[in-house]
């Protein structure tokens, strides 16, 4: 009797089948890993003293790329209420932030011809960093910000604030009780959403006929060249293409009509979006260019993503092998900045305060606490100046020529600065 011919072994499940996760956007079943950044905690859930004996939640930060519509993403783990109800993060304490917000809105009024019979809306609003250069024009603005703490300061400087969180049922309920808007924007909240379709839904719901969107949001291709991924963490669901992003907007009866690609967060995107149909302008020759640099890189095709993880993993063994050995040498090691995505890198690698003695941050909201996760110290940025240590590691690499100017006097004593993304290099 012949022996039975061996068969091959069939594919296992990925965890994202196994927990039957699906797109957020087309609902195709999601299959093909991008990077498995292990498991972490939520990033901006700071821990204060009397928790540091407390069990902290982790959740995977597994993000994975459809293979119908090409959306990168991660699984719903955590109700936004829980990430943004009470939120850690201001935006005013970045001046170069705030610089960019005085410039869009310089922009905004020359080219749309914004007037005091104007209405402006900011959708994930914070602070108020942004709307109050509007005040200051004499423009009608409203915040929605859904973060109550965060609303309440923004009400301080003066700016009208709404905590709810933005979809079709918000969307309805602004435009009955004081009509549609001339301009809705978002600066990085697109890829905090985990319900996309509704978000996007609403935007057009609330914008006027002849109305503009802008959002801003990182690029995928810019993270994926310069090898961010750090800013991959639990309150940003989904990281998007120009190409993706289109395909959403359209699906929404929105256009896009014009595109600028900015510095800001490593790389990002601004969108112009427009009701589709007649009316719409036809797409700028940047919408063009962008479609087509994008289609040669292959964002169309999963090659285009799947060597994405190798050079993430290899950029944590070169961190951890510049730390140890400067640990090794007696060198000391603090952080400056406590941002979600330091978060992200400290806890993918494995840093702990035996490696990064601790770090500061300008909000005092975020001094006194620890480091979600790591349970690495955070100080008012004085503590640099009492301990001279001899590297100062920039969590916030994208405000890397604000931080280093702010703190150049760490040189007076030989201290450099080291930055970990794309590659640990230290600053001369």
Known sequence: ?????????????????????????????????????????????????????????????????????????????????????????????????????????????????????????????????????????????????????????????????????????????LRAERGPVDLLLGNNVLAHVPDLNDFVAGMAEFLAPAGTITMEFPHLLRLMAENQFDTIYHEHFSYFSFTVVEKVFAAHGLALVDVEELPTHGGSLRIYARHAGPAAPEPSPAVRALRRQEAAAGVSSLEFYRSFAERVEATKRKLLSFLIEAREHGKTVAGYGAPGKGNTLLNYCGIRSDLVSYTVDRSPMKQGTFLPGTRIPVYAPERIDETRPDYLLILPWNLVEEITRQMSRIREWGGRFVVPIPEVRVLD
């Open 1 to 173: 009797m012949a022996s039975p011919v061996p068969t091959a072994p069939a594919t296992p499940p990925s965890p994202a089948e196994l927990a039957g996760l699906v797109c957020r956007f087309c609902q195709a079943p999601l299959r093909v890993s991008f990077v498995d950044l292990g498991m972490s905690p939520l990033c901006q859930r700071h821990i204060h003293a009397h928790e540091l004996n407390a069990m902290e939640p982790f959740f995977p930060l597994h993000a994975y790329v459809c293979e119908s519509c090409f959306l990168v993403q991660l699984g719903e783990y955590v109700a936004p209420e829980e990430i943004f109800g009470f939120y850690h993060y201001f935006s005013s304490y970045s001046d170069s932030w705030l610089a960019h917000a005085k410039r869009y809105t310089e922009q905004m009024i020359t080219r749309l011809g914004l007037d005091g019979n104007s209405r402006v809306a900011e959708i994930a609003s914070n602070d108020g960093y942004l709307l109050q250069y509007f005040a200051e024009r004499g423009i009608p603005c409203l915040g929605i910000e859904p973060a109550a703490n965060v609303a309440e300061a923004a009400r301080a400087r003066g700016i009208e604030t709404v905590s709810r969180f933005f979809g079709t049922e918000t969307a309805r309920s």
